[in-house]
């Protein structure tokens, strides 16, 4: 009788399935599902689970990022799995085999180190799991599927830009001392981003216009592994003590994250920056976290990169959700993000240069921060 019944049950489950099929085709990571356009919940969404890793809860804007793409795949009836590994990439490496192990349908990474996640990408490709690399690219590996992130050497170029802009450097006559701070060495992010402002600073650093008087320029000098403002700080520190004797001031600090100038900020708060007789230099920055923006409001850090990362959230929902139905993502670049082994097709959204002049207009107006917050 249980086997009759047993019978029956598996019957009729075939018999649902067969009627809901569609054109079946396969998606770039190999997962097989039903053609559908559909935004909505539907039964290819039902019981597919999205393993979402982020490299740190430091930062405010990975948080930002993690509970968007859980709320997005929710709203399509996906269920998720959001870990955060606090910048070790060993635990990083675990979290993305355990979700491979437990079968989810799909991985979105973050990662902490490009270059960490070559034998779980081959992984989750055997067991036909897509990986789509999310802000920052996995490299060496032909089974990562798509890449989503920011033009990353235009953010690069627009801080170079403003800094170009601010001092008015095309029409100086005079030099101005600036000092570099670039990202982490194992962040693709961070080598794109220098190389796009070098382009536009560079010619003046040759030209004397611009000054680096620790000498130090080139990316491996200038670098701060995992993004770390406190080494930023202590950097920064150790370049006023044994460059800028009394008279000689910093006009420009290039730096490629809010994290590394809030730590650059109290590194020359410390020794009178701020004060009428030694003004803020020139500080940039890139994310756009609240509490910069205080910072910017104050008159202390001078300008920030806004990253709209709900776009790039939203942007990585419909990327999931195409592949998972055996649709082609889209794209709109196919040619620039080489991670050593193949061009990974890429969806670059736009960054926006933000200082005190528009950032009501760009965070507060747009919701994506709160003016109350910046009161607090």
């Known amino acids: 009788m249980k086997k009759k019944l047993m019978a029956m ?3 009729m489950t075939l018999l649902g399935s067969l009627g809901g099929c569609g054109v079946t085709t396969t998606a770039p990571g190999g997962a097989d599902d039903k053609n559908s356009s559909s935004a909505t919940s539907d039964s290819n969404t039902s019981g597919k689970t999205i393993g979402i890793l ?24 996906y269920k998720t799995d959001l870990q955060y590994a606090e910048d070790v990439v060993e635990t990083q490496v675990s979290q993305a085999e355990n979700l491979i192990t437990k079968g989810v349908s799909a991985l979105v990474i973050a990662n902490i180190d490009g270059e960490s996640l070559t034998d ?3 992984k989750a490709k055997a067991a036909n799991i897509p990986v789509i690399a999310y802000d920052r690219l996995i490299k060496n590996t032909a089974d990562v599927d798509y890449y989503i992130s920011f033009d990353n050497k235009l953010v690069g170029t627009q801080i170079g830009q403003y800094i170009e802009k601010k001092l008015d450097l095309k029409n100086a006559t005079k030099s101005f001392n600036i000092e570099l701070f ?23 650093i040759d030209s004397k216009k611009l000054v680096v008087a620790s000498g130090q320029t080139k990316f491996d000098e200038v670098c701060t592994l995992r993004w770390d403002g406190a080494l930023a700080q202590n950097r920064m520190e150790n370049i006023l003590t044994a460059n800028y004797s009394k008279g000689k001031k910093v006009d420009a600090v290039f730096s490629s994250y809010d994290g590394l100038s809030r730590g650059i900020v109290e590194a020359l708060r410390s020794v009178g920056y701020g004060s009428a007789d030694l ?10 976290e609240t509490a910069t923006v205080k910072s910017i409001v104050k008159g202390e850090q001078t300008q920030t990169i806004f990253k709209d990362t709900r776009k790039l959230s939203a942007q990585a929902v419909k990327t999931v959700d195409a592949v998972l139905k055996g649709q082609k993502a889209e794209v709109n670049d ?19 240069s933000v200082d005190k002049d528009n950032y009501k207009k760009e965070l507060i107006d ?11």
Not at 54 to 77: A, N
Not at 334 to 352: A, D, H, Q, W
Request: one cysteine or more; hydrophobic letters at 35%.
């Open 9 to 11: 049950l598996l019957s």
């Open 54 to 77: 982020m490299p740190t809860k430091s930062s405010e804007r990975w948080i930002k990022d993690g509970d968007d793409m859980v709320k997005g795949l929710k709203d399509l009836g």
């Open 120 to 122: 779980v990408c081959a």
């Open 182 to 204: 670039a990202g982490s060495p194992d962040d693709n992010n961070a080598h794109m981003l220098y190389d796009g402002a070098m382009e536009v600073l560079k010619p003046y």
């Open 279 to 288: 003004p803020w230099p020139v500080i940039t920055g890139q994310d756009a």
């Open 334 to 352: 196919e040619k620039t993000y080489n991670n050593g082994v193949k061009v990974v097709p890429s969806y670059l959204c736009t960054p926006v």
């Open 366 to 376: 747009s919701g994506y921060i709160k003016e109350a917050d910046l009161n607090k």
